[in-house]
């Protein structure tokens, strides 16, 4: 469990630049918790309907308002307060009159959309649907709570949202966990229901609600065959530790109504600092954003600034691996191995080299391991901390999002293909900017991204099916894993160079002993298989496929091969004069200050 940590510096310089009425600032505000203020809303309400109105009053309320915060330290625990006070306040204007909380036909409620959109399996897809079985004061409870374990908030921040002591908030979640579980029975029991089960359930809508959850619950506990767990049952905290927010669906609005706003507003905004052609603005009815548009004024006004077009792709050459070295063959690969097209099947090279020289090994395609192989043991590299310029939780969706890390440790990468919106070839995300090292140490998540993710649709992996096409890999291209983990030891940055909304991924620090777990959360607990240890301690470590020391002006231009090969040592032996910034005739740029080499 995380400990009480405030916001990240990044964060607070944010938050007192907005409220000083930087124009930058307050849009970095609003597009970076956006997300999360849409995790809470969203699974506390189940999905419903007002969820976007409730989104866009909080968010409203808060770009108001923000100027009476005094700590930005407390800024994400101000900002959840304020979006569980709108929750609250919803359900007490409508208690006067019969609620209907289900969705509307043809909307996905959020238990689904939190497993499309995460591609959860096994046990953690469980307890997303578990949720929908709970009352709407425990929804609003594991809102919060699924946030703490997966590090978005503190057990202070929670109880504070929640109006609680933290002892308090300790006897809530724990009797909350405890309805979870009851829950999470009723899922497993609904996927192989019994004869009398499905006699019991005969009569039954297909809504849950606490009534058919108290039926259900007594019938699992007196049914030898229901009650059966069939397998180890995972703690919910530990299957939700780690897993990266919902993304704000394509097409989510966000529209704050200014009809109030007069004069005065005006003046406070100009003696904020705002420039005079928005406050035409201020008297405007609504303006509508989208998610990834611009909030510009305090609280008074909203700019719609979609992505612009980008550049057009480049074509990423075959993968070349330089003096590579032949990994010992892994067991045979799954069936799911060859649903995706982009499957390839050669060994990766990410065996010990003895003393080979780093970025010898370039991580290269592989086929996927036998489903039930442990993987290895993973060295423990130094951990002494990784800075991330995204915060504890980047987000990142758009073609030139990045983030740049930097320190010395573990980093998550967690992939989310959505090929439903646009099948066909992916342009990688690249690690440009590279001062000092960095591997691919591990691939986990319980699943390759191209393993079968539905039991009634043989053709549906992560990367697709055949109604709506595959996202199909460059060739030569490792296949990614549901969570890909590197070690970096120095900086580099990470870019997204997928126009659209065809992939998203979720990068932000880790640890060892994460990442150790992780590989080994396997078919026993819910996995589709166990993970893949590439980490040998050495500098014969893989480095990722996409990687350089220079920094392109424009990313996607990043060749398959890794240009790292040559650090400033190397490039000394090679070029004893060569001066900073130069390159060699492969194009590999001499850096002499970086570190680690």
Request: with cysteine; glycine share 10%; charged share 20%.
């Amino acid at each position: 469990m995380r400990t009480d940590v405030p916001v990240s510096r990044q964060w607070r310089a944010t938050v007192a630049a907005a409220q000083a009425g930087d124009r930058r600032a307050l849009d970095e505000l609003v597009e970076g918790w956006l997300p999360l203020v849409y995790n809470v809303v969203g699974r506390a309400l189940n999905g419903h309907a007002d969820v976007d109105d409730v989104v866009q009053e909080t968010m409203l309320r808060a770009v108001d308002n923000l100027g009476t915060l005094r700590d930005p330290d407390s800024f994400r625990s101000w900002l959840v307060a304020i979006a569980m006070r709108q929750i609250r306040d919803r359900a007490r204007r409508r208690q006067d009159r019969k609620l209907d909380e289900t969705v509307p036909d043809g909307t996905a409620d959020f238990a689904e959309l939190t497993v499309l959109r995460l591609q959860l399996e096994g046990q953690r897809r469980e307890v997303a649907e578990a949720v929908r079985w709970l009352d709407a004061e425990d929804r609003q409870l594991v809102s919060l709570w699924w946030l703490e374990v997966s590090g978005e908030l503190t057990r202070r921040e929670l109880a504070a949202a929640v109006g609680i002591s933290r002892q308090h908030a300790a006897v809530r979640v724990q009797r909350m966990k405890e309805r979870l579980e009851t829950s999470r029975g009723i899922v497993r029991a609904l996927d192989g229901a019994c004869p009398e089960l499905r006699e019991l359930t005969a009569r039954w809508d297909g809504r849950p609600d606490s009534v058919w959850r108290k039926r259900l619950a007594r019938h699992i506990r007196g049914c030898g065959y229901c009650g059966g767990t069939r397998g180890a049952v995972v703690p919910a905290e530990r299957l939700l530790a780690g897993i990266a927010l919902v993304p704000v669906p394509a097409g989510f609005t966000l529209s704050l109504a200014l009809g109030g706003k007069t004069g005065v507003a005006a003046t406070a905004a100009t003696s904020a600092g705002w420039p005079a052609k928005v406050l035409g603005a201020l008297t405007k009815p609504a303006v509508a954003v989208t998610a990834g548009a611009t909030i510009v004024a305090g609280g008074a006004y909203v700019v719609v600034g979609p992505p612009h077009d980008p550049a057009p792709r480049t074509a990423s050459p075959t993968a070349a691996v330089s003096r590579a070295v032949p990994r010992a063959p892994e067991s045979a690969p799954s069936p799911s191995s060859s649903s995706s097209p982009s499957a390839s099947p050669s060994a990766s090279p990410s065996a010990s080299a003895g003393a080979a020289a780093y970025g010898s090994v370039v991580d290269a395609a592989d086929a996927a391991p036998d489903p039930e192989a442990k993987p290895g043991a993973l060295p423990h590299r130094p951990e002494g901390g990784i800075t991330s310029s995204g915060g504890a939780h980047a987000v990142l969706n758009h073609r030139g999002d990045s983030v740049t890390l930097s320190g010395q440790g573990y980093v998550l990468v967690r992939w989310q293909i959505s090929p439903q919106y646009r099948a066909g070839s992916l342009v990688m995300p690249s690690w440009t900017g590279l001062k000092g090292k960095i591997f691919h140490v591990a691939s986990g998540g319980g699943r390759r991204m191209d393993d079968r993710v539905s039991r009634t649709d043989t053709s549906a992996t992560g990367m697709g099916s055949s109604s709506t096409g595959y996202a199909v890999l460059p060739g030569g291209a490792q296949q990614m894993w549901q969570n890909e983990y590197y070690y970096v030891d120095g900086s580099v940055t990470f870019t997204v160079n997928e126009r659209g909304a065809d992939y998203g991924v979720s990068v932000f620090p880790s640890s060892w002993d994460a990442v150790r777990k992780d590989v080994l959360y396997g078919p026993p607990q819910g996995a589709i298989r166990y993970g893949l240890v590439r980490d040998d301690g050495t500098d014969a470590a893989p480095v990722p496929q996409y990687a350089t020391r220079s920094v392109p002006a424009d990313a996607a231009t990043v060749a398959q091969r890794s240009r790292v090969q040559l650090g400033p040592v190397e490039a000394a032996r090679a070029v004893p004069r060569a001066p900073a910034g130069a390159r060699s005739a492969e194009g590999v740029e001499y850096v002499h200050s970086v570190r680690g080499d």
